[in-house]
């Protein structure tokens, strides 16, 4: 082929060119401080904080002030996962997350377990979902936070938040969400869904890395991770970085702007995808049946081959895919997604996860469709051949 084709849209997006055009001022013409007094601190300001009003009203938000403009999706989860049970409990509280969280969630809670805190891990289904009614067995009198992803960036199950949160709310602790996989692709109100703080990252919705949110609502306890100056209301210090604020808040005007007809495009070619290769791979099967699941994200058990190979022979044909999070790719072992849904090893080891976005064709499924069978067929060849050999004495 003598094209690339892009489709791994969960792992990261290309930046929208209407997006480069809204943060290109604040670049280099009206690069100012905004926590400068003069006229380019001002200016800066304006725009830090009109963007910040734009976001705070298409996630619903009641205040501006309930938006902090952070690095990105980890930072927030960070922030949220770290600080909000530090300031409950500073001596010691009970913190609930699902079993396949993002590590930016994982390992935080972890680091709170060795720090005097108790963890509980609640498994979701082989569907992918998290009942509320294992959450609700999770909790204690001395639970502060739980935290529970949107959309699961492997699978794309869709969580059961609002049920949730009432659980969580009755029981008197609070809920924090990564939504980084799920905005601008569902609806997404943060008074709908009942959450206290929620993590979201730019660079999932068409904006640059190193951009994202962390919604708090307004009375959330939550300690700072970034200390040192107190500029985004003495909730994360640091300069912020302006044009990455207005890049955030114009690729999310976009995105909910043409969801009605986005979403349901992406949905058809995901399934144009799911159709094309289960009736053309043996023993390919769809990794969860979630009734409720993002329109982007398709994950794929392909049994005899090792995902990984997968993964690298498509790309030599021109096709970037993935097994998983990209963030954890490099791990040699299953996924914990997997594991957590109950996956066999070999099901974790010959997964594959292919995820479409804006600029994605019908012609670039055909490409893929037209690969794909003849690539599983030489690996699964290539794997019985070895198996087959006789040893040498």
Do not use: W
């Amino acid at each position: 082929m003598t094209r690339r084709v892009y489709l791994d849209y969960s792992a990261t997006t290309p930046v929208d060119p209407r997006v480069r055009e809204a943060m290109a001022p604040y670049l280099d013409s009206d690069f100012g401080n905004p926590n400068s007094l003069y006229a380019e601190g001002r200016i800066a300001r304006t725009a830090l904080e009109e963007a910040r009003e734009k976001v705070a009203d298409l996630l619903g938000a009641e205040h501006p002030n309930e938006v902090v403009f952070t690095s990105g999706g980890t930072e927030g989860d960070n922030t949220a996962v770290l600080g909000i049970p530090r300031r409950v409990r500073p001596q010691g509280g009970h913190v609930i997350i699902s079993a396949f969280e993002h590590h930016a969630v994982m390992e935080p809670a972890e680091r709170l377990a060795k720090q005097g805190h108790t963890l509980t891990e609640v498994r979701p289904g082989k569907d992918g979902v998290v009942s509320p009614d294992s959450v609700g067995a999770a909790l204690r009198d001395d639970t502060t936070l739980v935290s529970i992803m949107h959309g699961n960036n492997e699978l794309g199950s869709l969580q059961p938040l609002e049920e949730i949160s009432a659980i969580v709310h009755e029981a008197g602790a609070f809920l924090h969400t990564d939504a980084a996989q799920t905005l601008g692709k569902v609806k997404f109100d943060v008074e709908t869904l009942g959450v206290d703080a929620a993590a979201f990252s730019g660079h999932k919705i068409y904006a640059p890395k190193g951009t994202g949110v962390l919604y708090v609502r307004r009375r959330t306890p939550i300690e700072p991770l970034l200390i040192g100056g107190g500029q985004e209301f003495k909730l994360r210090s640091s300069t912020q970085s302006v044009a990455g604020a207005v890049a955030f808040a114009a690729a999310l005007e976009i995105m909910v702007q043409e969801m009605s007809d986005e979403m349901p495009r992406l949905a058809r070619l995901r399934d144009r995808i799911s159709a094309g290769v289960l009736s053309t791979v043996e023993g390919a099967r769809e990794t969860v049946s979630a009734a409720r699941r993002l329109p982007n994200i398709l994950h794929l058990i392909i049994p005899g081959v090792e995902g990984d190979t997968l993964l690298l022979q498509l790309d030599e044909l021109g096709f970037a895919v993935s097994t998983g999070s990209a963030c954890s790719s490099a791990s040699p072992e299953p996924s914990h997604v997997l594991t957590a849904i109950g996956a066999s090893r070999d099901d974790a080891l010959g997964s594959l996860r292919v995820s479409v976005g804006r600029f994605t064709t019908d012609e670039d499924v055909d490409l893929f469709l037209a690969a794909l069978p003849g690539t599983v067929t030489r690996l699964r060849e290539m794997s019985a051949g070895r198996t087959s050999r006789p040893r040498s004495s």
